[in-house]
């Protein structure tokens, strides 16, 4: 078993109740290159234990067999000494809480072969970007950010993020610092349950199919995205998906395919 834990944890950070981010390092030997969207598998023996605050599992005959799930990498491809992820947690999921137990210097099996298509490649170079998650589905973006996406004069580059309160709003120190520095780089969380707040948020509500509709992204770009020019990738649960490509349509983007090229790019989380 201890050949198969080949990596270990090295940071890990709360980010709310259910939101962890973790830092995860090989041991004796060299992360593969990957590009920003892509994902990495995690994985922890039946036998590790589970956070306090997940659902009862029964018991297993195979307490040596590894669970194994695909997490979208968050850190930079330019890092080559750990990995970033973004968990959330699923109480009655088999890994998520396993990976809650988990603390700096505790073991993990970390694949060692990174996959995934929900990357920049078929974006061309120069054009503007709407980041669209819910949730965790910001990971990937926060690769693209940290990797590949630079501050462009011309090219704009919105984050919009959903999440159901602030506290849920990972990344937010550093997607501020990010916009305070590219005059072309927004970010605009969206929250869904304002009511429940400790304090009065003052920022936008709803969900973030409600910031294309009301045309929030052409106001602070002097611009509206257009088909032409722009891309928008998608990234998060499937209502939210099946949401954004609908209003996408209504704007004229299509979604990309093989066979048919478009401007919008989609990665479902489940």
Same mark, same amino acid.
């Given at each position: 078993?201890?050949?198969?834990?080949?990596?270990?944890?090295?940071?890990?950070?709360?980010?709310?109740?259910?939101?962890?981010?973790?830092?995860?390092?090989?041991?004796?030997?060299?992360?593969?290159?990957? #590009?920003?969207?892509?994902? =990495?598998?995690?994985?922890?023996?039946? !036998?590790?234990?589970?956070?306090?605050?997940?659902?009862?599992?029964?018991?297993?005959?195979?307490?040596?067999?590894?669970?194994?799930?695909?997490?979208?990498?968050?850190? !930079?491809?330019?890092?080559?000494?750990?990995? #970033?992820?973004?968990?959330?947690?699923?109480? %009655?999921?088999?890994?998520?809480?396993?990976?809650?137990?988990?603390?700096?210097?505790d073991r993990v099996h970390l694949g060692r072969?990174?996959? @995934?298509? &929900?990357?920049?490649?078929?974006?061309?170079?120069? %054009?503007?970007?709407?980041?669209?998650? $819910?949730? $965790?589905g910001l990971a990937p973006y926060m690769s693209?950010?940290?990797?590949?996406? /630079?501050?462009?004069?011309?090219?704009? $580059? /919105?984050?919009?993020?959903? =999440?159901?309160?602030? +506290?849920?709003?990972?990344?937010?120190?550093?997607?501020?610092?990010?916009?305070? &520095?590219?005059?072309?780089?927004?970010?605009?969380?969206?929250? %869904?349950?304002?009511?429940?707040?400790? $304090?009065?948020?003052?920022?936008?509500?709803?969900?973030?199919?409600?910031? +294309?509709?009301? @045309?929030?992204?052409?106001?602070? +770009?002097?611009?509206?995205?257009?088909?032409?020019?722009?891309?928008?990738?998608?990234?998060?649960?499937?209502?939210?998906?099946?949401?954004?490509?609908?209003?996408?349509?209504?704007?004229?983007?299509?979604?990309?395919?093989?066979?048919?090229?478009g401007q919008i790019h989609v990665e479902k989380? +489940?």
């Open positions: 078993m201890s050949d198969q834990l080949n990596a270990i944890v090295t940071q890990r950070i709360e980010v709310a109740p259910g939101l962890i981010i973790l830092r995860v390092s090989p041991d004796g030997w060299d992360l593969p290159g990957f #590009e920003a969207g892509q994902f =990495a598998v995690l994985g922890l023996p039946q !036998s590790a234990p589970r956070a306090l605050m997940s659902d009862a599992e029964e018991a297993t005959d195979a307490p040596d067999r590894l669970i194994r799930r695909a997490y979208s990498i968050a850190s !930079s491809s330019l890092e080559k000494s750990y990995l #970033e992820f973004y968990v959330t947690l699923v109480h %009655s999921g088999r890994l998520t809480p396993r990976l809650f137990a988990l603390q700096a210097g072969k990174f996959s @995934g298509t &929900f990357t920049l490649d078929q974006v061309p170079e120069g %054009s503007d970007l709407v980041l669209v998650a $819910t949730g $965790t693209m950010l940290r990797s590949e996406i /630079t501050c462009h004069l011309e090219a704009r $580059t /919105t984050v919009v993020l959903g =999440a159901r309160h602030t +506290w849920d709003l990972g990344y937010r120190g550093e997607l501020t610092a990010m916009q305070r &520095f590219c005059p072309t780089f927004h970010y605009i969380p969206v929250v %869904s349950r304002p009511d429940e707040e400790l $304090t009065r948020w003052h920022g936008h509500t709803g969900y973030v199919q409600d910031v +294309w509709e009301r @045309g929030l992204i052409g106001q602070i +770009w002097g611009r509206q995205p257009d088909p032409s020019r722009c891309h928008v990738l998608l990234c998060g649960g499937p209502r939210m998906i099946e949401s954004m490509l609908a209003v996408l349509a209504a704007s004229g983007f299509r979604e990309h395919t093989k066979d048919a090229p989380y +489940w």
